[in-house]
């Protein structure tokens, strides 16, 4: 079946300019997040959206950092204003939550969204 | 921070075992183990998780140690395309904090 599909696959910008990246979850998947992975380093959990809640937002860098997910499902992450420091790999991921116990970690990512910001 | 010590690298053979450990001394009673793998230029991979038990599933085992402060995850039969970074990630919430990972490589 169809996995996580994040789009484009790569996005060159100039610095100031803004930026959307989206991510279109895993069918049923009531749970989307997105990270993102500096060159050589880990992931860094950016937001996450649980159905109907509020979306928790504790790992956003700025205020220039935003996502919306419409009608729980198709996730956008805008970025305002790029900066350099902005270019990464951007990565989506949906998992399904009720899965049972442990399950809600189980998460599928997409490929990702490489930015990189002249 | 994550709450997880890797090694930062591993080789192992073909056809071998790989057993890579991971260290989670400050587990609390109702965090669970996942493991993920990276393989370059992709997203991370879901491989396996656990909470005391020991698991098993096509793609891996993973042996908790009765305390639950370590664990290893064992690809028994380690091919070219398990060459990959992997990651050991202790958590109950929704958001996993990943580490960097041990980046294992794989040889003929």
């Known amino acids: 079946g169809a996995g996580v599909s994040q789009s484009p696959s790569n996005k060159v910008t100039e610095k100031g300019k803004d930026v959307e990246l989206r991510c279109d979850p895993i069918s049923g998947h009531t749970a989307l997040y997105w990270y993102r992975q500096s060159l050589g380093q880990g992931l860094e959990f950016l937001i996450y959206f649980q159905g109907n809640s509020a979306p928790d937002k504790s790992g956003l860098p700025s205020d220039r950092f935003s996502a919306e997910r419409t009608g729980g499902s198709v996730s956008t992450l805008t970025i305002q204003r790029t900066q350099q420091e902005d270019s990464a790999v951007y990565l989506c991921a949906s998992s399904l939550v009720s899965g049972g116990a442990g399950a809600k970690n189980i998460q599928y990512f997409g490929a990702g969204t490489r930015l990189s910001v002249l | 921070d994550a709450k997880t010590t890797q090694p930062t690298s591993m080789d192992c053979a073909e056809g071998r075992a790989a057993n890579l450990p991971c260290n989670h001394s400050t587990i609390s009673g109702n965090e669970y183990v996942y493991w993920y793998r990276q393989i370059h230029s992709q997203g991370p991979q879901y491989i396996i998780h656990g909470l005391k038990n020991n698991e098993t599933n096509e793609m891996a085992s993973l042996i908790i140690t009765e305390d639950r402060k370590s664990s290893t995850l064992i690809l028994p039969h380690a091919t070219l395309r398990d060459t990959a970074v992997y990651y050991c990630?202790?958590?109950?919430?929704?958001?996993?904090?990943f580490g960097t990972g041990t980046r294992l490589q794989v040889f003929p």
């Open positions: 990630i202790v958590d109950n919430t929704d958001k996993l904090i």
